[in-house]
């Protein structure tokens, strides 16, 4: 069995993690598989929304500790370049890529598998899920973003809290903590991210690629910056065929249909 697997119904790509016996634990195989995976999807024009869920009882556990023992035991510092070489880069993939992504936590999502989600735009819950910043309670810092997505999602006190004093933050928690946006009955999940992805893929891709893009560069840069970075993205939607449509839509009294440029 593969460990990532994608399938792609229509516009939307589903990517799937599928060590369910490690519960989806990221070893260099795992970790290879999905930075690939994401790569082609990100650069695959045709697909306009993505999913991003595991198999089993888990989302991601984050690193697998097994490999990461043993690679310590015989790399030692050099283990840790898997940080530069794929956790990082299949966040900023995650968070970047010109379409939406969300996350269908499908169980406990720990570690990189918990910054993993939060690189997403929009995140799904099973009522039986739960998130677990675990990098202290193992003597590690934090990676994968979190001390970079956390802080935005839920405020610094709160994303100190969470870090330093990592434990199960159950679904109804997440959701009041702002971690996730909806519980779904676990037999629903799948339906609803599926739903979800479709809404996303059939709306307006190039104005979601844009405003992704911009509120990355707003948390980093000035007022004035920004200002001119909306002036551009306005001046690229805005003369689009998408635009154009959406407003002779308007006029009609009709649902417009966005073609992605």
């Avoid at 009882?57 to 283990?79: P, Y």
Wanted: proline share 3%; hydrophobic share 50%.
């Amino acid at each position: 069995m593969r460990n990532v697997t994608l399938d792609i119904e229509g516009r939307v790509a589903t990517v799937t993690l599928r060590r369910p016996d490690a519960m989806n634990a990221l070893n260099r195989t795992t970790k290879e598989a999905l930075l690939a995976v994401l790569k082609d999807v990100a650069a695959d024009r045709s697909i306009r929304a993505v999913v991003l869920t595991g198999e089993g009882r888990a989302f991601c556990v984050g690193q697998d500790l097994n490999e990461l023992r043993a690679d310590l035991d015989t790399c030692g510092a050099a283990a840790w370049e898997t940080v530069r070489d794929h956790y990082s880069p299949v966040v900023k993939l995650i968070a970047t890529m010109p379409k939406p992504v969300i996350a269908a936590l499908n169980g406990v999502a720990a570690g990189a598998g918990a910054a993993f989600a939060l690189a997403c735009d929009y995140r799904l819950s099973s009522a039986t899920a739960s998130i677990n910043f675990a990098f202290a309670s193992i003597g590690l810092s934090a990676d994968s973003g979190a001390t970079w997505t956390l802080p935005r999602l839920v405020g610094t006190a709160r994303a100190k809290s969470l870090l330093m004093r990592p434990g199960s933050v159950d679904a109804t928690a997440c959701l009041e903590f702002g971690l996730i946006d909806e519980i779904v009955e676990s037999d629903l999940l799948a339906n609803r991210a599926a739903a979800l992805a479709a809404e996303f893929a059939a709306g307006p891709t190039l104005a979601y690629a844009a405003i992704r893009q911009a509120l990355v560069y707003s948390a980093s840069h000035s007022l004035d910056e920004t200002l001119a970075l909306e002036e551009h993205f306005m001046r690229e939607t805005g003369t689009s065929g998408d635009h154009r449509a959406a407003v002779e839509s308007f006029f009609a009294k009709q649902k417009p249909i966005f073609r992605g440029h």
